[in-house]
């Protein structure tokens, strides 16, 4: 079946610092590749998702690419701010059917002002 | 439009009893699944709904566990004799039909605690 292997926390990181979550991957066929976020005290978000090689995914700031050379999906934002403290995850389907998502372990980020 | 809700959104529980867990699901969405969020275990899937088909119950840890979809919408997860081990956050997701290219919507989770 596919795995995902993510960088592990915690990280963290002043305001308007740069980050970079690494996530990499191993499927069969080409899945779609997912951020999901949580915030304290509720449940998962899905932040981002890219569908196809080279897709880049975005929103609210943060961007991901799928790499399909490297294998990977690392996640980034240019500036963080504190309110992007949260646990950030990196899924992608279990198999190719979808029928359950498989997720990284989480990086737990807290931004300071 | 509505979310994917679940309740209750917290439950204490004495260890051997059972307890009922709801999800209802996004409208139109034909696909649900749970999952458990734990300390030591990470995010794991526990089962898979898609319409009238009978469920993928792959992820189930137990026999003590087991869920049930009236009517192809809402669904319920029962744990029976509950452990301190079932300690955990419950989540449930919905989206279309699954394939590798859905998304799964989750809801706010139910967090259990067995004393």
């Known amino acids: 079946g596919n795995s995902v292997t993510q960088m592990e926390g915690p990280v963290t990181l002043s305001e308007e610092a740069f980050l970079t979550i690494n996530c990499t991957y191993t499927a069969t066929g080409y899945p779609s590749l997912f951020w999901y976020v949580q915030y304290p005290g509720e449940g998962l978000q899905l932040l981002l998702k890219a569908t196809k090689a080279d897709d880049k995914g975005s929103n609210k700031g943060f961007e991901a690419t799928y790499r399909k050379e490297t294998t990977s999906f690392h996640l980034e934002k240019g500036s963080v701010q504190v309110s992007d403290s949260a646990v950030y995850f990196c899924a992608l389907p279990a198999n190719q059917a979808g029928t359950a998502l498989i997720f990284g372990k989480g990086t737990t980020l807290s931004v300071s002002s | 439009g509505a979310g994917v809700s679940q309740s209750p959104s917290n439950k204490v529980t004495e260890k051997g009893k059972d307890v009922e867990l709801r999800c209802d699901p996004i409208?139109?969405?034909?696909?649900l699944y749970w999952y458990r969020q734990s300390l030591g275990q990470g995010l794991e899937f526990l089962i898979y709904f898609q319409g009238n088909s009978a469920p993928d119950k792959s992820g189930l840890p137990s026999d003590r566990f087991s869920a049930e979809r009236t009517g192809g919408s809402v669904s319920t997860l029962t744990i029976q004799r509950t452990q301190q081990e079932d300690s955990a956050v419950y989540l449930c997701?919905?989206?279309?039909?699954?394939?590798?290219?859905?998304?799964?919507?989750f809801g706010p989770g139910t967090r259990l605690l067995v004393l």
């Open positions: 409208s139109g969405h034909t696909a």
């Open positions: 997701a919905s989206s279309l039909p699954a394939s590798s290219r859905e998304t799964q919507y």
